[in-house]
T-cell receptor, first 116, second 116 residues
Framework: DTGVSQDPRHKITKRGQNVTFRCDPISEHNRLYWYRQTLGQGPEFLTYFQNEAQLEKSRLLSDRFSAERPKGSFSTLEIQRTEQGDSAMYLC??????????????FGSGTQLSVL | AQSVTQLGSHVSVSEGALVLLRCNYSSSVPPYLFWYVQYPNQGLQLLLKYTSAATLVKGINGFEAEFKKSETSFHLTKPSAHMSDAAEYFCAVTNWRSGGYQKVTFGTGTKLQVIP
């Protein structure tokens, strides 16, 4: 169990550029979540994957955002035409699909995005 | 919709003093409640969870929380603060979705400062 891994840790980009983040969940965790955290706020739900299926997307996820989990393992979150308001910490979390265990989320260290 | 409110964005205590971080919840159904801790430059880590069993829940690092339905509260306490407890603490509530997964809603967080 190596924990949830996110890459990169930090990303600085210019407004209008596209960025992609990667999340590797704990192996055998088939539930994967993306959250966004801005300064002074708690994490906000963005989207959820059950295996490769994206089952829910928040209204926070505009059409510039897209997330995938093609083989039910790692996931990517892409932001197109970044805006300064996209600057935040993007957190990935995973959990097992077992009764009594599924409610605990294991978080990665996050990707800190700064849009200049 | 379920939500949590954390009272006090910053709390300072002396080393060895009682830690009390306040959280009130709003939920139309019996809630699952959590406390997560976030150390600088790290992801969130589960401290403890309430899932409708015992109302007094013990977590890691000497923390505990008591679920009080009459007060809609789930305050976090620790009898004696340690320097290593300095971190940001998030109260959270789960909204179980029809697909069997959870959507966790976090509070805005409380930064705990421990004064030597």
């Amino acid at each position: 169990d190596t924990g949830v891994s996110q890459d990169p840790r930090h990303k600085i980009t210019k407004r209008g550029q596209n960025v992609t983040f990667r999340c590797d969940p704990i192996s055998e965790h088939n539930r994967l979540y993306w959250y966004r955290q801005t300064l002074g706020q708690g994490p906000e739900f963005l989207t959820y994957f059950q295996n490769e299926a994206q089952l829910e997307k928040s209204r926070l996820l505009s059409d510039r955002f897209s997330a995938e989990r093609p083989k039910g393992s790692f996931s990517t979150l892409e932001i197109q035409r970044t805006e300064q308001g996209d600057s935040a910490m993007y957190l990935c979390a995973s959990s097992p699909d077992r009764t009594g265990s599924s409610e605990k989320l294991f978080f990665g260290s996050g990707t800190q995005l700064s849009v200049l | 919709a379920q939500s949590v409110t954390q009272l006090g964005s910053h709390v300072s205590v002396s080393e060895g003093a009682l830690v009390l971080l306040r959280c009130n919840y709003s939920s139309s159904v019996p809630p699952y409640l959590f406390w997560y801790v976030q150390y600088p430059n790290q992801g969130l880590q589960l401290l403890l969870k309430y899932t409708s069993a015992a109302t007094l829940v013990k977590g890691i690092n000497g923390f505990e929380a008591e679920f009080k339905k009459s007060e809609t509260s789930f305050h976090l306490t620790k009898p004696s603060a340690h320097m290593s407890d300095a971190a940001e603490y998030f109260c959270a509530v789960t909204n179980w979705r029809s697909g069997g997964y959870q959507k966790v809603t976090f509070g805005t967080g409380t930064k705990l400062q421990v004064i030597p």
